[in-house]
């Protein structure tokens, strides 16, 4: 693995911890019939599928590293190729928890734009790494 891939791949593992922590909070949540939580099915679904999001995301951008370091592209597009795949985690998620971060929020904000675009990174990344693959 090249050293941007591995300094790379060292912070998405970092963020596990981080991950396990929001499944433990929701799960507190359930739990304990935090207001705002259980009875704001928004608010629930959209986080739910901000922390499932997040956790499947990490996975696929470690194992996205291994193969862009394989692929035929030119450095600067692995370099740009790691970046899309690498903003999808962190965008995604953020999307959904901001876009309803008070318990009376009923409808996502504006910050669920976030989301389309961490999906729009993940599609130019895995697009670009699947092509460059192929070469």
């Given at each position: 693995m090249s050293p941007s891939s591995l300094s790379i791949a060292g912070v998405l593992l970092i963020t596990v911890p981080g991950v396990a922590y929001g499944g433990v909070t929701l799960l507190s949540f359930l739990m304990k019939n935090v207001p705002g939580y259980l009875d704001n099915p928004v608010r629930r679904g959209l986080w739910r599928a901000g922390h499932a999001h997040a956790g499947v995301l990490v996975l696929f951008a470690l194992v996205a590293m291994l193969y862009v370091d394989q692929s035929g592209l030119p450095e600067a597009l692995k370099a740009l190729t790691r970046l899309l795949i690498v903003a999808a985690p962190i965008l995604m998620p953020l999307g959904f928890f901001l876009s309803v971060v008070r318990p009376s929020d009923t409808?996502?904000?504006?910050?669920?734009?976030?989301?389309y675009a961490g999906g729009v990174?993940?599609?130019?990344?895995?697009?670009?790494?699947?092509?460059?693959?192929?070469?």
């Open positions: 409808k996502p904000s504006r910050l669920i734009l976030l989301t990174c993940l599609a130019a990344g895995t697009l670009m790494l699947g092509i460059g693959l192929l070469l």
